[in-house]
């Protein structure tokens, strides 16, 4: 449950910065953006997969990249689904799903696969010498 959570709050974090640096993307209240997070979870697991397998000849002929215009398609979807997340074009949509991936992969770096936060540690113990 608290990865979950954890990934809930991941997802708002990305799309509260995607909206505050592109313009043309507009979260109208934090209600709706825990919204909007949680809904932009949901499609990122059931219905992202199969786009994403159904686009692969299109995603190998342009190296991955044609997986950020997936994306952006997600992030329009759930602007159709909240009221209160007003995306404005596709090209707001495609830099808003860029700042979404961005971050969310950032993010991703300290948090395991179970949920948990993942610490780095040194291997550098008495001076380096071992």
């Known amino acids: 449950m608290f990865g979950f959570l954890l990934r809930w709050s991941m997802n708002l974090l990305s799309l509260v910065i995607a909206a505050s640096l592109i ?5 109208e209240s934090m209600a709706m953006g825990i919204l909007a997070a949680g809904i932009l979870s949901v499609v990122n697991a059931v219905i992202r997969p199969l786009v994403l397998i159904l686009t692969l000849p299109i995603n190998l002929l342009t190296l991955g990249l044609f997986t950020l215009v ?3 398609f997600m992030l329009s979807i759930v602007a159709d689904i909240v009221p209160g997340l007003v995306i404005e074009s596709f090209r707001a949509a495609f830099w ?4 979404i991936s961005a971050v969310s992969w950032l993010l ?8 948990r936060f993942v610490f780095i540690k040194s291997s550098h113990r008495n001076g ?3």
Not at 23 to 27: L, Q, S
Not at 96 to 99: L, S, T
Request: net charge positive; glycine share 26%.
């Open 23 to 27: 313009k043309g993307i507009r979260i």
């Open 128 to 130: 380096g010498k071992q």
């Open 70 to 72: 997936i994306n952006a």
């Open 96 to 99: 808003g799903a860029f700042v």
């Open 108 to 115: 991703n770096i300290f948090v395991g696969g179970n949920g």
